[in-house]
DNA sequence: CGGCGTATTGACGCACCTCAAGGTAAGTGG
DNA sequence: CCACTTACCTTGAGGTGCGTCAATACGCCG
């Protein structure tokens, strides 16, 4: 939990707060009340936001870095459930459940972070505001059009369509040149985040070469990016609008 | 779309309908207002009720019978994404999407069926009742739950784990004698909707026999359910609260 | 009877996992 | 400066779960 101690109001520390999707419509007077419930909480590189298990109790904006949510067996395997970039939420799933539940994930800080907290109840409270739950109806169900696709693409895609699809769409959820960028991430956690091995990972990255995308360390080349779109739809299950699906499934990433 | 004879509207014809989940806490008058828009339709079994690509225009109520959701890709595969039981909707997802959206599956009758048919203007008005959104919020956080367990699952668990996991679950859904029930669906149905072949179950099926459940032709017999939840939660990634994901996850049979 | 829908069983292949062995680069301590 | 560790990635050999293809069997209906 963040301490205690008088910390400014996130409107005023994170102006770029009241723009968030979360908040379009709602007017200045009730977005400010509304915000006065924040508390601003810096959350170093490598620690936990809180843990698997936990219970849910916070709603979470994420201002500055970027989590990683991460899932882990009983066997000591672990997933990368998603990683939000600054600007995107957590716990929106969680707090409309009805009782009491708990984290199903860990939600670890990839780089040095700033976090806004809310109390659970402050969102369902928020959630009276006709803007606001309009706001939350369309993040929820981006959401699970993302999770729907993303079982899409597990089931029909190999390693490699994967890996390629995730490739593709990264550079511009990240703004970066889409034919030339290096990675924002670890190979190891790109890999847990489709849910595949490193060691798959490595291979598959060798194998795009004759597909169109070329991967030195971590410089990516993308040579052809109409022929690696074909490569990824060859067995898409919506050839039509493959483009469209992955857009929204590089968002994975990113989900408000 | 419905005939536009004039129908009994669908309060009248369906009384249940005013105990739905997503009418909970509304007043009645608002209630018989909303519900005037609604259309009746007879879907007779195995007729579509849209298809895979169609326009996203309607969001349904199914009053009887049940729906299933089957996804279809270009090289003729197909996967049954979802089973909705009477009392339950679809298309919540869809509607809340910014822009005009496609059917990512088409909707077959597995029985004679009973739908309502509401505009998707309909549900986005509805919405601005604070008690529609709050139940609609509830609804669609609960659906992700599901897919986020469900795609836990396919990581985690062998094809006779998972359907393991949907048998122990299926009775108590469809209200059936845990211990001892008949298959409410072909084999190749279940097949489907657990994203695996037909051989794959036929084999998992034989293979149960060892771990507690005995499939004899449709009859299923579940000798010792607990060493049965043992048997799925080997690898499971909550083996704490597995018991409330397979409960969840079930409900992927019925989300409401 | 033949045709059809449904289920089972076997043989085989493939994609990915697993385990083990390097290999490179950056950081640490002497 | 070099030896050592640590983090991260790559490569190879072998195993496995499930898909694929093909054959067979059973019940049902025209």
Redesign the interface.
């Known amino acids: 939990m963040p301490t205690s101690r008088d910390l400014p109001a996130p409107q005023q520390a994170f102006p770029d707060i009241i723009h968030m999707p979360l908040f379009r419509g709602v007017n200045h007077l009730e977005l400010e009340s509304l915000l006065h419930h924040g508390k601003i909480q810096y959350l170093p590189r490598r620690k936990h936001l809180f843990r ?2 936990d219970p849910v109790d916070y709603f979470y904006i994420v201002c500055s870095g970027s989590i990683q949510l991460l ?5 000591g ?1 672990s ?1 990368t ?1 998603d990683i939000i970039l600054k600007g995107k939420t957590l716990g ?7 009782g009491g539940s ?1 984290q ?1 994930s860990s939600a670890i800080a990839l780089e040095d972070s700033i976090i806004v907290w809310f109390p659970a109840e402050w969102l369902k409270n928020a ?2 505001n ?1 803007a606001v ?2 706001n ?3 993040s ?6 993302t ?2 696709i ?3 693409h ?3 895609m190999t390693a490699s369509q994967q890996m390629a699809c995730f490739l593709l769409r990264l550079g511009e959820v990240h703004g970066l040149d889409v034919h030339h960028f290096e990675l924002p991430y670890s190979k190891a956690l790109i890999a847990s985040r489709l ?1 595949i091995e490193r060691e798959t990972f490595s291979r598959c990255a060798s194998s795009l070469k004759q597909h169109g995308i070329e991967v030195q360390d971590a410089k990516i080349v993308v040579h052809d990016s109409a022929r690696v779109q074909r490569y990824i739809c060859e ?7 493959c483009t469209a699906h992955q857009k929204l499934a590089a968002k994975v990433l990113a989900v408000a």
């Open positions: 698997q298990g899932r882990e067996t009983p066997d395997r997933h459930s929106k799933t969680e707090i409309f459940k009805s708990r199903q959630a009276r006709q739950a309009l939350l109806l369309m929820l169900s981006h959401y699970s059009r999770l729907e993303e079982a899409v597990k089931r029909t849910g067995c898409c299950s919506a050839r039509e609008d």
